[in-house]
């Protein structure tokens, strides 16, 4: 049973704060044709669409350390999709690079060891999580490179800046797709190539699904809207070629790429979920020990069911990546 009293959200969600959660609601709303809703409930969209990416901000600066401790796992999990990027984005030697939502900075030092005469922009919301790309970029000697802690609804750039923009899995985060769409098009220089990725259907991705079905099973949580920032917010075929296609780009394809999680251990998988996922993270801490023991348990089974006789623990995922042309 959901424990009285206490708010208990869907690990689906990302995690954007207590204080309004009515809040959510209009962005979900607004999210659906923001070039015609200028004000939802009276408040202006600009102001929700901050408040909701100021409550997201606090949220990855918390875990962020969670991020470093766990980044080289993290980082060799996301590789494939990061290749796939790069791939479809083909940097050349002098490109201006911008990489959206870069966290600790990833694919944006992979691509600047590739542009030798030119340079990456590596942005991202939360100071923190830069704070580790930049660590990153020193322990790999990487120079070409510049941090901006900046929100992906108002870029701090101007128009037509950059050669190549990139982004993976930051889309299904933010508060306004397709204003952050338009805000990426709007930087490119005409001519300009744009890559991201996004996570597939659940039912692909059960390094996702193993922890967050006992919790919904356990927490009596509803179903988030399809709209809600979330994990698989973006895993419509089709979805992010649409926001590209109405923002103005051209040239659009989609693939799909497969990886794996290789943590070893079913201890390791779970100690790393639960201190880097805010969404898990925000749901465990509003249950008592018991329940909290009870969603352990029955995370282990799943995967042990999947994994059986103890072998080395490799679960699989899928993602979407999307590319576009302006």
């Not at 954007?16 to 609601?25: F, N």
């Not at 979805?239 to 296609?245: A, K, P, Q, S, T």
Request: glycine share 6%.
């Amino acid at each position: 049973m959901k424990p009285r009293g206490q708010q208990c959200r869907n690990p689906y969600y990302f995690e954007v704060g207590t204080k309004d959660l009515s809040d959510k609601r209009f962005v979900i709303q607004a999210s659906r044709d923001y070039s015609s809703q200028k004000h939802i409930n009276n408040k202006p969209m600009e102001l929700v669409i901050e408040k909701i990416s100021l409550e997201q901000k606090e949220s990855w600066n918390k875990f962020a350390p969670g991020w470093k401790k766990w980044d080289k796992l993290m980082m060799e999990f996301l590789k494939p999709k990061s290749d796939e990027i790069i791939r479809l984005l083909n940097p050349k030697e002098s490109d201006l690079v911008l990489d959206v939502a870069a966290g600790t900075g990833e694919p944006g030092l992979t691509i600047a060891n590739m542009v030798k005469k030119g340079k990456v922009v590596i942005t991202d919301l939360a100071e923190e999580m830069l704070k580790v790309a930049r660590e990153n970029a020193e322990k790999r000697g990487i120079k070409n490179v510049e941090f901006r802690a900046c929100d992906v609804s108002k870029l701090p750039f101007a128009n037509n800046t950059f050669d190549v923009v990139s982004c993976r899995f930051g889309y299904m985060f933010f508060p306004e797709m397709y204003l952050a769409t338009q805000e990426m098009y709007r930087v490119l220089k005409p001519g300009g190539r744009i890559a991201v990725s996004v996570w597939n259907v659940p039912e692909k991705n059960f390094w996702v699904t193993a922890i967050s079905g006992p919790i919904n099973r356990n927490l009596e949580i509803p179903v988030p809207p399809p709209e809600a920032p979330g994990m698989f917010r973006c895993s419509k075929s089709g979805l992010i070629m649409d926001l590209f296609r109405r923002a103005g780009f051209k040239n659009t394809l989609e693939t799909e790429v497969r990886g794996r999680l290789n943590c070893g251990t079913v201890d390791t998988y779970w100690n790393m979920m639960t201190e880097l996922a805010a969404p898990f993270v925000s749901a465990l801490s509003s249950v008592d020990d018991f329940i909290r023991v009870k969603i352990k348990s029955e995370a282990f089974d799943l995967v042990k069911q999947r994994f059986p006789n103890g072998q080395f623990l490799v679960i699989d995922s899928s993602a979407l990546v999307i590319y576009g042309e302006k």
